[in-house]
């Protein structure tokens, strides 16, 4: 993982859910940071998403789902991550994710959740705080 030049960050849309409004805000507002983004687009696999991750070498993958398949879907991003000897890339999310399940996402290694209502402003703060720190 390179640690010149400035974040890159992949934003992807697992699964069927169709509603892309808030991963396009989200990239937007790290794109307007200075950060890198690479978004997917609607209906990635966590194959998929993590493919893109490893040939764009990100430092960090948000997930944007609304569907209710946040478990199985963050669980298997994290574990093609493993796989792949990619388990640096740090993984965070967003959407309709229930409080209770918060806890177990952060269990499987999602480093932060972003539920609706936090700011563009508190990501890319959370980004910037989180995901490199520049070499000292």
């Known amino acids: 993982m390179g640690v010149s030049g400035p974040i890159r960050v992949v934003v992807a849309k697992p699964g069927l859910d169709g509603h892309d409004r808030g991963a396009k805000v989200i990239a937007r507002a790290l794109r307007d940071a ?16 993590v493919d893109t991750a490893i040939q764009e070498d990100a430092d960090a993958i948000g997930l944007s789902i609304l569907s209710g398949a946040h478990m199985t879907l963050f669980a298997k991003v994290l574990e093609l991550l493993k796989e792949r000897d990619a388990a640096d890339i740090l993984v965070f999310g967003g959407g309709i994710i229930p409080e209770a399940d918060i806890p177990l996402l952060k269990e499987l290694g999602v480093a932060a959740i972003f539920t609706p209502g936090a700011t563009t402003v508190s990501v890319v703060d959370w980004v910037n705080a989180n995901v490199r720190q520049p070499a000292a």
């Open 34 to 49: 200075g950060m890198e983004v690479i978004y997917t687009g609607l209906h990635q696999t966590p194959e998929q998403v």
